[in-house]
């Protein structure tokens, strides 16, 4: 039988999946901009000056919660406020910044350096869709920008220029996978159920969307989950989903460990895949990963599947010794002064992960290459593009204990380095 471990924090902050690659984007053939595209000509400084004074912008780029490091992420000034990010699922192929834009990326820890002429603009802050707009006084010399200028937005409030993406949660039995955006701090308030487990309630969570309730004598402010992976329109809102491990148990000798962990609808392979095809994120984790076998197949091997559904859970969920992680999430890590030594509470493993031909951004049929994020002698965690979109999965998942405060470890905060990596554009940035 499946036990839900009281142990200490596993897992999640991630690929949303996402680098500095956001919502910006080229001038259309008749003129417009295209969502999230700087207006034209936003250098700091449009009527040059043969002898500019500079000045230079020093700060530090952290998550919603405000101390959390962020790497990658894109920092650059402008005359004019950037575009509306779509309210719903889009193709993000990547940022178009015109010549002369002062922009850099943030390190490891978060922090940058940005040279700039002096005068009044837009301070522009982004990660993927997380993108926060301030305006700022650049002075001759050395500044340090106020750290609420730089951290990214715990809930969206475009008038004020704030942007996160839109994201759904399907409750899931086993991974709450809500407890950990509430954490990294996204606006939602974490209450205890009567066991002393933490929680987070649809109706508590403005900045995120939860489709199922915990209980009986829960409503929730959203239709059934079924609609979510059922109907294009409803899951066309969202900019990331997450399908987190769920399912019952089957403690009997013969068949799958796992049940009711797929949903055949037919609809289901057409809804889930053309949104991710659209530019959607898809995070799926551990049990329910038939979602990732069954409509996006051939990239992943697990280990036992067969024909039947579940076939590939296991019974495991011990602690596994990390071999190799990705590098970037290793300096991440590493100026935090942490350490992804292991993963902890894994029930389904991989066997193996291979190429495979899929559709690219432009719906060309091309040789598609999984990336791996962490090995535990195998893949546990890996992303797939899949047209304009990404699905990550990841064998391993959060099992928070009743705490709703301390430190993250090194499991956790590794999930939201990968949840942010997989929600940034497909191609890198363009200058010019």
């Known amino acids: 039988m499946r036990l839900l471990k009281l142990t200490s924090w596993v897992v999640l902050v991630s690929s949303l999946t996402l680098s500095a690659c956001n919502a910006d984007r080229e001038i259309l053939d008749d003129g417009t901009m295209s969502p999230g595209m700087p207006n034209p000509n936003p250098n ?43 309210d719903g699922v889009y193709c993000d192929k990547c940022v178009h910044l015109p010549d002369g834009t002062p922009h850099i990326e943030t390190n490891a820890d978060g922090t940058f350096e940005l040279d700039a002429n002096t005068g009044n603009y837009y301070l522009v802050v982004q990660k993927g869709a997380f993108r926060r707009v301030r305006q700022v006084s650049i002075q001759e010399g050395k500044q340090q920008v106020p750290i609420d200028k730089t951290t990214l937005p715990s809930i969206m409030d475009k008038p004020n220029g704030d942007d996160v993406p839109k994201m759904a949660v399907m409750l899931g039995a086993w991974d709450p996978i809500e407890v950990v955006l509430a ?39 959203y239709p059934n989950p079924v609609k979510l992976i059922t109907d294009p329109a409803e899951i066309s809102k969202y900019h990331i989903v997450f399908l987190p491990c769920s399912g019952g148990t089957n403690s009997g000798d013969t068949g799958p460990k796992c049940s009711s962990i ?69 300096a ?70 009743s705490q709703t405060s301390g430190a993250l470890e090194p499991q956790a905060l590794a999930l939201l380095y990968l949840i942010l990596e997989v929600g940034v554009c497909i191609d890198p940035i363009v200058i010019g």
């Open 332 to 401: 991440w890590l590493r100026a935090q002064g942490q350490n992804l030594s292991s993963v902890k509470d894994a029930w389904t493993s991989i066997r193996s992960v291979q190429d495979k031909m899929g559709p690219d951004a432009d719906g060309k049929t091309v040789k598609i290459t999984p990336k791996v994020w962490v090995e535990a002698n195998a893949p546990v965690t890996t992303s797939v593009q899949h047209g304009c979109g990404r699905v990550m999965y990841t064998t391993y998942h959060t099992q928070p204990t």
């Open 183 to 221: 954490r990294m701090g996204m606006k939602a308030t974490i209450t205890k159920d009567l066991l002393g487990k933490a929680q987070v309630l649809g109706k508590d969570a403005p900045s995120f969307a939860i489709y199922g309730v915990h209980g009986l004598f829960e409503t929730s402010p």
């Open 44 to 86: 700091p400084n449009p009527n040059p000056n043969p002898n500019p004074k500079l000045g230079r912008l020093t700060g530090k780029v952290v998550a919603p919660e405000g101390t959390i490091p962020i790497s990658g992420a894109l920092v650059y000034v402008t005359a004019y406020p950037p575009a509306a990010i779509p």
């Open 262 to 330: 797929y949903n055949s609808d037919p609809r289901v392979k057409s809804t889930i895949t053309d949104f991710v095809a659209k530019g959607g994120r898809l995070y799926v984790s551990d049990w329910s990963y038939e979602y990732v076998r069954q409509l996006f197949p051939g990239y992943i091997t697990w280990s036992g599947e067969n024909s039947t559904i579940g076939s590939a859970c296991g019974g495991g969920g011990g602690d596994q010794s990390v071999s190799r992680s990705d590098m970037g999430l290793d």
